[in-house]
């Protein structure tokens, strides 16, 4: 089975700019994470979609959107970029069931580093 | 206060010794809690998970979990060099829906 897969894997950009970054999670999984992680902050949760539809939302500014596809792949939208997007942007796929069930593990992809400068 | 505090170490440890690493959390309506290990550079990739308490053991690896004392822990048995990473806890809540909440990881270094 595919893991989760994410491009592009590397993304340099200036100030201002706008960035889109996708997401394709394991076959069968209807739920996708995004998540960005910095040295000083850790992983931080940005938002959570399943099927096709916002279900959490982390405290990050509304320039970090995202949307999901009926096929479940995912995309983020960073926009008017500051020097502080800076980050590796990971997403994570699983299937999306609420309650105590150990079987919903979030998967990891390999992550996009985006550099602002 | 943070809801997943763990240790930011470096935790050090000679080859072969059992590493010990815990986790704490506020919230006592989480329900999962799982420990993932990333390497420098990489992505976090799970190890495993617990939801009851007592221990769960998977190889090399053991996972405690008490509730009432809101803390988790991994032991890793015979430690590799190979082992050296951060070992990020995660905890699964009910908030709305659900949500994952990392800690900010823990460094283990082991020595051969």
């Known amino acids: 089975k595919a893991g989760v897969t994410q491009t592009p894997r590397y993304l340099i950009k200036t100030r201002g700019q706008q960035v889109t970054l996708s997401c394709s999670p394991i076959?069968?999984?209807?739920?996708v994470s995004w998540y960005q992680q910095t040295p000083g902050q850790g992983l931080q949760f940005l938002f959570e979609y399943f099927s096709e539809t916002q279900r959490n939302k982390g405290n990050f500014p509304g320039r970090f959107s995202g949307r999901q596809f009926s096929n479940s792949r995912s995309e983020m939208n960073v926009s008017t970029l500051e020097l502080g997007d800076s980050a590796l942007y990971l997403c994570?796929?699983?299937?999306?069931?609420?309650?105590?069930?150990?079987?919903?593990?979030?998967?990891f992809g390999p992550g996009t580093r985006l550099t602002v400068l | 206060q943070k809801e997943v505090e763990q240790n930011s170490g470096p935790l050090s440890v000679p080859e072969g010794a059992i590493a010990s690493l815990n986790c704490t959390y506020s919230d006592r309506g989480s329900q999962s809690f799982f420990w993932y290990r990333q390497y420098s550079g990489k992505s976090p990739e799970l190890i495993m998970f617990i939801y009851s308490n007592g221990d769960k053991e998977d190889g090399r690896f053991t996972a405690q979990l008490n509730k009432a004392s809101q803390y988790v822990s991994l032991l890793i048995r015979d430690s590799q060099p190979s082992d050296s990473a951060t070992y990020l806890c995660a905890v699964k809540k009910l908030s709305g829906t659900y949500k994952y909440i990392f800690g900010t990881g823990t460094r283990l270094k082991v020595l051969a």
């Open positions: 994570a796929s699983s299937l999306g069931l609420a309650g105590l069930s150990g079987t919903d593990t979030q998967y």
């Open positions: 076959s069968g999984h209807r739920s």
